[in-house]
């Protein structure tokens, strides 16, 4: 790492924690080795300045629309923290080959399915392109939900900070299970992933996966010390 990419990291992050109360507790659960695709919510900008400068110092790669290298000074920044260009809309054969090559290289991928940003927080549909690239490279799935931060620009105008929660889940692998990989299939199996993630949500928050009861599990490998997120939402909902 330069000084530079030190100093621009460590202003990011500082300036993040000023504007933000970021509870992080709960990064501690990523793997500090390993190639590792993160499957995140996308809200709004906050969440690439707060998460990529709190999972330092591990390797990470991350998509993002190309139009973002319009912005000099944004095209710097990805750049520097292993940014892929995506052209949104397409099959990007380029960029997906970028992303197997950061698994490759036991880096984290950071992909967020929904493939544009909510705004106010509440999950969408999940697009299949990360299927392929689990099924390809092998690599552990981890859910992660960030939240609470949709209102940033409200609370900026009324000069209040604004609260970011991280959750992170269990990891998981994917599998065809020796079926033949469809349509369908992949959007079966990018469902199975977002209700996984949804599961770290509050209710409020889960969009079209609001129904965790609906999940289903079936091209989805826990390890055996492991649990389904979503089983693991359920039981604890079942009790409150």
């Known amino acids: 790492m330069t000084l530079t990419s030190r100093l621009v990291n460590a202003t990011i992050k500082r300036l993040a924690r000023m504007l933000c109360r970021v509870d992080d507790e709960q990064v501690v659960r990523i793997p500090t080795q390993g190639p590792l695709t ?3 919510n996308h809200i709004n900008f906050l969440e690439p300045l707060v998460v990529y400068t709190h999972l330092l110092p591990r390797p990470m790669a991350f998509f993002a629309k190309v139009e973002s290298w319009d912005n000099k000074l944004i095209g710097f920044v990805f750049d520097m923290w292993g940014g892929i260009p ?3 809309g397409s099959a990007d054969i380029g960029a997906i080959r970028l992303g197997l090559e950061a698994l490759e290289n036991g880096m984290i991928l950071a ?3 929904e493939g544009t940003r909510s705004g106010d927080g509440v999950l969408g549909k999940g697009h299949p392109g990360v299927v392929i690239m689990a099924l390809r490279s092998g690599a552990p799935l981890l859910p992660m939900a960030c939240y609470q931060h949709e209102k940033f620009w409200d609370n900026i105008t009324h000069l209040r ?3 970011f929660r991280i959750a992170v889940g269990h990891p998981f692998t994917l599998h065809a299970n020796d079926m033949p990989v469809t349509r369908e299939v992949r ?4 469902d199975e992933v977002m209700y996984q993630m949804a599961a770290l949500l509050p209710p409020s928050y889960r969009g079209p996966y609001a129904n965790l009861s609906e999940a289903t599990e079936t091209y989805l490998r826990f390890p055996e010390a492991s649990v389904s997120n979503v089983q693991q ?3 604890r909902e079942a009790l409150s």
């Open 86 to 88: 995506l052209k949104r």
């Open 233 to 235: 939402t359920l039981d």
């Open 111 to 113: 992909v967020a399915p």
């Open 187 to 190: 959007q079966q199996m990018i």
């Open 38 to 40: 993160i499957i995140s």
């Open 161 to 163: 900070r604004t609260d």
